[in-house]
């Protein structure tokens, strides 16, 4: 098996697994309570993020539209009364991670200025 104790394959099998099970990309939180093989954190340190591992396992929507983005983050100030925490907004949200955030719009704040949305 080389260096790695679970191959990059067997980690993907997990994470693809789950994701049939959930219809969707699981989130770091849910991958850690399925109590699988291997932890959300092997991942990310594997493959240098949690979405470039879902990305490697074929999970994530290869370009997301930036109005789609807007949408989520504008869904969960709604669904808050307020302008939502990162945290929170990564919390919810399994289409949309903060990763995505960050490359269309460079920040968390510059998203939050996008959306109209004053922090």
Not at 17 to 36: C, H, I, N, V, W
Not at 38 to 46: F, H
Not at 93 to 116: I, K, P
Request: aromatic share 10%.
């Amino acid at each position: 098996m080389g260096r790695w104790r679970f191959p990059n394959s067997m980690l993907i099998e997990q994470v693809q697994m789950l994701a049939k099970e959930y219809g969707r990309a699981p989130t770091e939180q849910e991958f850690d309570k399925s109590r699988l093989t291997v932890s959300a954190e092997m991942c990310v340190r594997r493959f240098g993020s949690w979405y470039a591992f879902l990305e490697r396992a074929g999970l994530v929507p290869k370009d997301v539209p930036d109005e789609k983005i807007i949408e989520r983050v504008l869904l969960k100030a709604c669904e808050l009364g307020r302008v939502p925490t990162e945290a929170e907004f990564e919390e919810s949200n399994e289409a949309v991670t903060l990763e995505m955030c960050y490359r269309h719009f460079g920040s968390w704040r510059q998203l939050l200025d996008a959306a109209g949305l004053k922090y």
